[in-house]
């Protein structure tokens, strides 16, 4: 029997406890031993649910037991997360997480303790939901050179943008409801202001590249500034308005991360993605585009990823998955990308664009700083890149 816990009991960690009772039979099975749940960490009284026999609100009862094999931490935040990991993988126990913010903060340093105490530390669930997308990364596509990433990474920006556009429901209703439903964080600004989808897309890049990529070193736009209008005369043209982070490799070898709205041409697959849903596209050198899509949040989608890492880790018990990434890329900054853009404004096209309804146009490709610069001049009331 192997034996597990779960630190942080709410929709993530009661989603992993569901999947064990709805698929214990099954988990068993593959695993060749049944997979227990042994403890649920959490501050709050869980004596009324029928997980009261396991709860315990002390972490030194799991660091201390020599029978525990894995801890999902469904914590959050970088903080208790962070000190309740280190003390796990220190006390020789795998760890299994979703958390975003610690991995794309603290990844690094938690990858270095796991290699020494050889342990796991995997973190399928913190990037795309229930989407194997990491995995399929540094594991199916390792003899690629990685060229770009690209993707909807937010499932709550994407639930409230088609809400909004297609459902007419305002911004406050929208939110609300990916609330309910369990998207959103605990602070619904990390979503709104991109920085969940800026966490996400710097692991992508520490997998794909090998080098650290912190979020506070990348430039993240959210979709509070977004005007209705502008989703309006993008789509009339052909596009729809998606929150991309995208990362790049440079020709001189540098890299790039950014998160924004942007415009996407409607005849590509990223542009039908809508909901909850999440899809990230991966250009290798060898295989050309490939593209992952599925749930990107939720109790049970997400539940499902850190299951399979708990199996994942349980099956590598004496040869720990090798993950790691070293210090600091070398990055290029938002403003030297050469990209298309969207500008609005009720000015004559300047020479080299396309003309669009309502005064807007897009340009001809030019870096975000000469764009800046183009929209400046112009007085133009909106700037929004445009994918390729
Ligand atoms: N708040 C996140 C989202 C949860 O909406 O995508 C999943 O990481």
């Not at 988990?27 to 029928?50: C, M, Q, W």
């Not at 208790?80 to 975003?100: C, I, M, P, Q, Y």
């Not at 890299?255 to 041409?265: D, F, I, S, T």
Request: proline letters at 4%.
């Amino acid at each position: 029997m192997a034996n597990f816990a779960i630190m942080g009991f709410g929709t993530v960690g009661s989603g992993v406890a569901e999947v064990l009772r709805l698929n214990g039979g099954s988990i068993a099975e593959k695993l060749g031993e049944s997979l227990n749940l042994k403890y649920i960490l959490d501050v709050r009284d869980l004596s009324a649910t029928p997980y009261a026999g396991v709860a315990v609100k002390d972490f030194s009862v799991l660091e201390n037991d020599p029978d525990l094999d894995v801890v999902v931490e469904s914590i959050g935040g970088a903080r208790v997360a962070l000190e309740f990991t280190r003390r796990a993988l220190l006390a020789g126990k795998h760890v299994v997480t979703s958390n975003k913010e610690l991995v794309a903060a603290h990844g690094r340093e938690l990858l270095a303790i796991a290699r020494e105490k050889n342990v796991n530390y995997l973190f399928e669930a913190s990037v795309g939901g229930g989407i194997p997308v990491l995995r399929p990364l540094f594991q199916c596509l390792a003899g690629n050179r990685i060229e770009e990433i690209v993707g909807i990474l937010n499932g709550t920006t994407n639930y409230i943008l088609t809400r909004m556009v297609k459902g007419g429901v305002p911004f406050d209703e929208a939110l609300k409801e990916a609330q309910a439903r369990g998207y959103a964080e605990q602070n619904p600004a990390a979503d709104v202001e991109g920085l969940d989808a800026g966490r996400k897309i710097c692991i992508l890049s520490d997998l794909a590249w090998g080098k650290e990529v912190l979020p506070e070193k990348i430039s993240v736009q959210g979709i509070s500034g977004l005007d209705l209008k502008d989703v309006a005369i993008a789509s009339a043209a052909g596009y729809r308005v998606k929150l991309l982070g995208r990362a790049v490799k440079l020709s001189d070898g540098r890299q790039a991360a950014y998160v924004a709205p942007h415009l996407v041409p409607a005849d590509c697959p990223v542009a039908a993605v809508d909901d909850v849903f999440n899809a990230i596209m991966i250009r290798g050198n060898a295989v050309g585009d490939v593209m992952f899509y599925g749930r990107g949040a939720g109790d049970l989608p997400t539940a499902s990823a850190v299951m399979g890492d708990i199996l994942d880790a349980l099956q590598h018990r004496e040869k720990r998955r090798n993950l790691g990434w070293s210090e600091s890329a070398p990055l290029a900054g938002f403003d030297e990308l050469t990209m298309r853009w969207y500008l609005r404004g009720g000015f004559p096209a300047p020479a080299g664009c396309a003309e669009l309804s309502d005064g807007a146009v897009i340009t001809g490709a030019m870096t975000a700083k000469e764009a800046g610069a183009l929209a400046e001049r112009l007085g133009a009331a909106a700037l929004l890149p445009v994918l390729q």
